[in-house]
Nanobody, 115 residues
Framework: QVQLVESGGGLVQPGGSLRLSCAAS????????MYWYRQAPGKERDLVAW????????VYADSVKGRFTISRDNSKNTIYLQMDRLKPEDTAVYYC????????WGQGTQVSVVS
């Protein structure tokens, strides 16, 4: 079955950077779009970015455009989210997701941007 394991979160100051990873297993990774979502305390889970199966196409939420970069390595069954120029409003738990099982969510990784 689908398994997604997020990692790389942490505590960072505004303006800093983090790189998140999501290791996938249990499905044909290279055949599926992959997504990053985030959920801030007391708010709904929002789409941050997605990447096509080959990595050629990427789409970002307006709030992160120009600061975040989604990428994937199909040889490692892993997607990444490079987050630069972080802001306090980027504080959230970050999740990856695959259409291989839209109901499945991993445990997420906490990102906290504080002065």
């Amino acid at each position: 079955q689908v398994q997604l394991v997020e990692s790389g979160g942490g505590l960072v100051q505004p303006g800093g950077s983090l790189r998140l990873s999501c290791a996938a297993s249990g499905f044909t990774f290279s055949a599926y779009l992959m997504y990053w979502y985030r959920q801030a305390p007391g708010k709904e889970r929002d789409l941050v970015a997605w990447i096509s199966s080959t990595g050629v196409r990427t789409v970002y939420a307006d709030s992160v455009k120009g600061r975040f970069t989604i990428s994937r390595d199909n040889s490692k069954n892993t997607i990444y989210l490079q987050m630069d120029r972080l802001k306090p409003e980027d504080t959230a738990v970050y999740y990856c997701r695959s259409n291989a099982d839209p109901q499945y969510w991993g445990q997420g990784t906490q990102v906290s941007v504080v002065s």
